[in-house]
């Protein structure tokens, strides 16, 4: 497994895969946790942590700067609660998981994503762990929710050969 990918158009600050016990490690898996209402511990395959813009179509509050986490794991009581996870935070305050994709899937590619807007009870999607409040949309084209990517270009070359 790589431990980081070097900057270019399509990854702006690069990536980095963060060691267990590293701020970056520990964040990421915090959030997604704290959003999952995990109870028990993720066995991760696969972290990366990179920086990049907002998506430009965001009017306000537009960030210079957005932190993202893709996770790729399973839970170590109950392996069939598996997956791959995008979490961003913008601020102290806005931050989340922005997108789900199964855990077989590879790449960021479109339909395996899967991002969610809107409130509603939350429920089960196939291949997607856990549950999910709102309408789900295609996280990579923005299909369903005005087709707006959920990526900026300058980072989507971060989650190659995930």
Do not use: N
Request: aromatic content about 14%; charged content about 20%; glycine content about 16%.
């Amino acid at each position: 497994m790589a431990s980081g990918g070097s900057p270019s158009g399509s990854c702006v600050e690069g990536w980095q895969s963060s060691p267990a016990g590293s701020f970056e490690h520990g964040e990421g898996l915090e959030r997604l946790t704290l959003e999952m209402g995990l109870e028990s511990e993720l066995e991760m395959a696969e972290l990366r942590y990179f920086t990049g813009p907002d998506v430009w179509w965001i009017i306000e509050p537009h960030y210079p700067v957005v932190q993202r986490w893709y996770v790729k794991g399973r839970l170590s009581t109950d392996p069939s609660f598996a997956g791959r996870w995008l979490i961003e935070q913008r601020s102290d305050e806005v931050w989340g998981i922005a997108a789900v994709a199964p855990f077989d899937s590879e790449g960021f590619s479109s339909p395996d994503w899967v991002g969610f807007f809107g409130e509603g009870p939350p429920r089960v999607y196939e291949q997607l762990p856990g549950q999910w409040s709102g309408i789900p949309y295609d996280f990579v084209t923005g299909e369903g929710d005005g087709g707006f990517p959920g990526l900026p270009d300058e980072v989507v070359g971060c989650l190659e050969g995930t």
